[in-house]
């Protein structure tokens, strides 16, 4: 899996607006003014980093949701995650507290 040390973890920032739909997930960073939709897997991820996580069991959950294998899961995962900390949505943390 990634090579990211365990304790890094991800999780949403409080600050983001957001909703999800059944095949998006609609984000409102705080320095934005436009919406940004993201598709794909970004609402199962989205649902996940309610609490923060480290990316190696954000790709096993979600390879367990798809019934996969989690190596398929993992550029679908990395792909959303680099997204949502490009637009500024989500953050990288080393605590387990959110």
Avoid: K
Wanted: proline share 8%; aromatic share 6%; glycine share 4%.
């Amino acid at each position: 899996m990634t090579a990211e040390p365990d304790e890094v973890r991800w999780v949403r920032r409080a600050d983001a607006l957001w909703r999800v739909t059944p095949t998006a997930l609609v984000v409102l960073p705080t320095d934005s003014v436009d919406p940004i939709i993201v598709g794909g897997a970004a609402p199962r991820v989205w649902a996940l980093l309610a609490d923060a996580l480290p990316i190696d069991a954000i790709i096993t959950l979600l390879a367990d949701t798809w019934g996969d294998d989690p190596q398929f899961a993992e550029p679908d995962v990395v792909a959303v995650l680099e997204r949502l900390a490009l637009i500024g949505a989500v953050e990288r943390t080393t605590s387990a507290a959110t």
